[in-house]
């Protein structure tokens, strides 16, 4: 046998590399979802905007998971630009509810604090119907850009329509993502360095593995 065509010696099976690609691929979850929530925050500046550029994060993320695309940063800002006009008006829209809800409820926690024992019994009865209306808005919010990234070619109608169905099909599964994800929050209050990177990106990749699995809806 010549030295040209002689084998290599010591050359690592590639069963001895598995631990590597294993390790490697497990920094791509971290690494991508920083990428995604950096782009997403960027995007989210406007205030209006945070719907749609969650919209674009899932879209993103759902493009990793399912195809393989590793260019997760510039695939947000592109997915962006395919889907903000479909996803504006539900942005205004999500911050003007959300801001009504936040008034709402500091009103009537101040209301509740300086009534104590004697609360009118119109005030608890609308602190109780608060919490619920919260609770129903905030899934929604979380299972629109799920929808979003499950039809890509939906419009803004099919995606509200398609994400009440994704929560009523999995009313456990989305109760125990709303639980995690409040518990996401109060881990960013008190370390607010997260925010940047996994402000958005976690909540809505929690939002992608939990109701958007085993799908039936299309994926175009």
Not at 39 to 45: N, P, Q, R, V, W
Not at 168 to 191: D, G
Request: glycine residues 6%.
């Amino acid at each position: 046998m010549t030295a040209a065509t002689r084998l290599p010696r010591n050359r690592p099976a590639p069963a001895d590399r598995g631990w590597e690609h294993r390790l490697l691929a497990a920094m791509a979850y971290p690494a991508n979802l920083a990428f995604v929530g950096v782009a997403a925050l960027i995007l989210a500046l406007p205030v209006v905007t945070i719907l749609p550029a969650s919209v674009a994060a899932a879209r993103a993320l759902r493009l990793w998971l399912q195809d393989g695309e590793t260019a997760v940063f510039t695939a947000t800002f592109r997915e962006f630009g395919a889907t903000w006009r479909r996803t504006l008006p539900m942005g205004v829209g999500s911050v003007a509810v959300v801001l009504l809800l936040s008034v709402d409820s500091f009103f009537l926690g101040q209301q509740l604090s300086a009534a104590g024992a004697g609360a009118s019994p119109v005030a608890l009865v609308l602190a109780a119907a608060t919490v619920p209306v919260a609770l129903a808005v905030t899934l929604l919010l979380l299972a629109l850009p799920v929808a979003a990234a499950r039809s890509r070619e939906g419009t803004a109608r099919q995606w509200l329509v398609e994400a009440g169905y994704l929560i009523a099909r999995r009313p456990v599964q989305a109760l125990l993502l709303l639980a995690i994800v409040v518990i996401f929050f109060l881990t960013c209050y008190l370390l607010p360095t997260l925010v940047p990177f996994f402000g958005l990106s976690l909540p809505v990749y929690l939002a992608l593995v939990t109701l958007g699995r085993n799908t039936g809806g299309t994926s175009s």
